[in-house]
T-cell receptor
Framework: DTEVTQTPKHLVMGMTNKKSLKCEQH?????MYWYKQKAKKPPELMFV???????INESVPSRFSPECPNSSLLNLHLHALQPEDSALYLC?????????????FGPGTRLTVT | GQSLEQPSEVTAVEGAIVQINCTYQ??????LSWYQQHDGGAPTFLSY????GLEETGRFSSFLSRSDSYGYLLLQELQMKDSASYFC?????????????FGAGTRLFVKA
């Protein structure tokens, strides 16, 4: 099973709302990632979790709060977002370390902030 | 800092061979990956080169030269379904750990 699942597929939220994005994988991968992708742009790394610990935060604003409850799950909590945060949010997983050269992506959550 | 360069667009005919080049600059280079992304879809892993040389997987091959900071993706026997964006991505190690940095992507158009 090489599937990464993400929910919801689409999300529309106002600037004062709080919502969460969810990601799950059952490949035994111990590295999980959040990426943000704008239209016609490459995925942009936001956070890396390695063995359920946050290892990299690419200077992401605090209105994005990641959480890794266990080795299979990754959440991204959203609060007080701005319209420019509207994008496709992708979750990925891989082996840790150099093995992360092979990442499996979920289908993404298309987020619109109104 | 890190930077990757790849052509923005390539057009080729069905059945032809196309090569997408990628040059990179990074301080903690570990390897080079390639991903395919169709419009509206998620990136799909194609290949990863950590060592110099050519890796072949079906119609797709990937090459890496660490001394030249250069790699390429070779697509043979092009099919219409290969029309997509192709991203090279560097696997890089810094103080926090390993991370992946994507190039801007090459949009491949396959014509009949």
């Amino acid at each position: 099973d090489t599937e990464v699942t993400q929910t919801p597929k689409h999300l529309v939220m106002g600037m004062t709302n709080k919502k969460s994005l969810k990601c799950e994988q059952h490949m035994g991968h111990r590295a999980m990632y959040w990426y943000k992708q704008k239209a016609k742009k490459p995925p942009e790394l936001m956070f890396v979790y390695s063995y359920e610990k946050l290892s990299i935060n690419e200077s992401v604003p605090s209105r994005f709060s990641p959480e890794c409850p266990n080795s299979s799950l990754l959440n991204l909590h959203l609060h007080a977002l701005q319209p420019e945060d509207s994008a496709l949010y992708l979750c990925a997983s891989s082996q840790v370390g150099d093995g992360g050269g092979e990442q499996y992506f979920g289908p993404g959550t298309r987020l619109t902030v109104t | 800092g890190q930077s990757l360069e790849q052509p923005s667009e390539v057009t080729a005919v069905e059945g032809a061979i196309v090569q997408i080049n990628c040059t990179y600059q990074t301080s903690g280079f570990y390897g080079l990956s390639w991903y395919q992304q169709h419009d509206g879809g998620a990136p799909t892993f194609l290949s990863y080169n950590a060592l110099d040389g050519l890796e072949e997987t079906g119609r797709f091959s990937s090459f890496l030269s660490r001394s030249d900071s250069y790699g390429y993706l070779l697509l043979q026997e092009l099919q219409m379904k290969d029309s997509a964006s192709y991203f090279c991505a560097v696997r890089d190690q810094d103080i926090g750990g390993f991370k992946t940095i994507f190039g801007a992507g090459t949009r491949l158009f396959v014509k009949a």
